[in-house]
């Protein structure tokens, strides 16, 4: 075969080839170098390279051994203009398994790479950073997503998330992080950190806090990837497939959550034939392995419960099928095991379905009005239930109350078109 084969998109092939490869890359460099910015640097160079070079020349068979071989040629060079000139290059050599000529075969040591992909995953989350730094430097290092993506998906200016990365990476290398894998219980704990991480950006791509869209579908494809990887490298972690089976679910009904004008359409409300079959059957076939492992006595936590009840709307053909009992049953366990206002509120939503609006208004008004902040959930949740009892007023209050605190435009104008319908 060729050595290098004509495509009709390099740009494409480009972008597609760092999607996939960047977190490989990272990792590998930081691993040889023990510097991830600088590692960043050395793979953002053979990217460039490649933005140069791909388009005339071709796109090589195997693109992630040529970024590799490139991002590694700049490592030797930036060493030899150091003072550190020997001790760096042989380190170097020494961490690659030998000069140029005997470059790394990616292909061929995939266990190795996946466990620098799994180190960074956790550097990325590293104790020292806050959980917004930890979500951003998680989208560079791991996603392979360009400041400005990041900055988009979070409302931040550029320069303003370009600070953020750069914090985060100065604040790792004041706290010597290590590029090792934790263990024992810091291992556990970061591994916590990790998933509340990807969590974190799913949840901001299914249902954006502020702006003019519902929705941020690359931020929710992005976590979506990131779980499945995860779950590559941490297959025997029942939380680990949890997490996956819970965000492939959920997204599953990213197609049917806005109608053919834009405008945000309620769960009981969908046209469930519009949910994504691939995403459901991903997303049921990695809960059922996690029900496996919880069958053989693995611990449950709270994506594991989470994706047993995103499951039961999902294997409900209509949502009047939905079992609201089972639901509120789940509910009621997920409380016990990680308890939260958030979860209260879902809660309060399953026992009004499943057993009339009185009994999810009593759940609710146990929870303290100021437990979410300003957030509209509190407000929302009731007015359902107000409206559901047919208490529309009050409903219309509550729905009003909803709308003042939304900073999304679109959960705004569903809150007031509610509490207009309920006048």
């Not at 611990?299 to 209509?318: D, E, N, T």
């Not at 009003?400 to 207009?420: F, K």
């Amino acid at each position: 075969m060729p050595a290098e084969t004509r495509t009709d998109d390099p740009n494409g092939a480009i972008i597609a080839a760092w999607r996939a490869e960047s977190a490989r890359l990272v990792g590998a460099l930081t691993r040889m170098t023990r510097d991830v910015e600088l590692a960043e640097d050395l793979a953002q160079d053979a990217l460039v390279a490649a933005l140069e070079q791909w388009p005339d020349a071709g796109v090589p068979d195997n693109p992630a051994a040529w970024l590799m071989t490139i991002a590694k040629r700049r490592a030797v060079d930036h060493f030899r203009r150091a003072d550190t000139l020997r001790r760096k290059v042989a380190e170097l050599d020494h961490a690659g398994g030998g000069g140029e000529a005997e470059m790394p075969d990616l292909d061929a040591q995939v266990d190795h790479i996946e466990d620098d992909v799994l180190r960074l995953i956790f550097l990325s989350c590293h104790p020292s950073l806050t959980p917004e730094s930890r979500a951003a430097l998680t989208l560079r290092l791991v996603g392979g997503l360009s400041t400005a993506e990041i900055a988009r998906g979070f409302l931040a200016t550029e320069p303003t998330m370009a600070q953020r990365i750069s914090r985060a990476k100065r604040t790792l290398a004041e706290a010597h992080a290590e590029f090792e894998l934790p263990t024992g219980p810091e291992r556990t704990d970061r591994l916590d950190d990790v998933m509340a991480v990807i969590y974190l950006i799913f949840n901001e791509g299914y249902t954006a806090t502020a702006g003019e869209d519902w929705m941020r579908p690359d931020l929710a494809e992005e976590a979506m990837r990131l779980a499945r990887m995860l779950a590559v490298l941490a297959p025997d972690e029942t939380e680990v497939l949890g997490l996956q089976a819970l965000l492939e679910i959920q997204g599953s009904r990213m197609p049917a959550r806005l109608d053919e004008h834009g405008v945000p359409v309620l769960l009981e409300a969908q046209d469930r034939t519009r949910w994504d079959q691939l995403l459901l059957r991903r997303g049921l076939a990695a809960l059922q392995q996690a029900e496996q492992l919880a069958a053989a006595g693995q611990p449950v936590g709270k994506y594991f419960l989470q994706a047993s009840i995103a499951a039961q709307h999902a294997r409900a053909a209509r949502a009047e099928d939905t079992d609201w009992r089972r639901i509120a049953a789940l509910y009621d366990v997920l409380a016990r095991a990680a308890p939260g206002p958030v979860v209260e509120v879902n809660r309060a939503v399953a026992h009004g379905r499943a057993f009339g609006p009185d009994a999810g208004l009593a759940v609710l008004s146990a929870i303290s009005p100021d437990a979410l902040g300003d957030s509209p959930l509190i407000p929302s949740v009731r007015g359902d239930l107000l409206e559901r009892a047919g208490l529309h007023e009050q409903a219309s209050e509550a729905f009003t109350e909803a709308a003042e605190r939304s900073r999304n435009q679109s959960e705004r104008a569903l809150l007031l078109r509610r509490a207009e319908a309920n006048r």
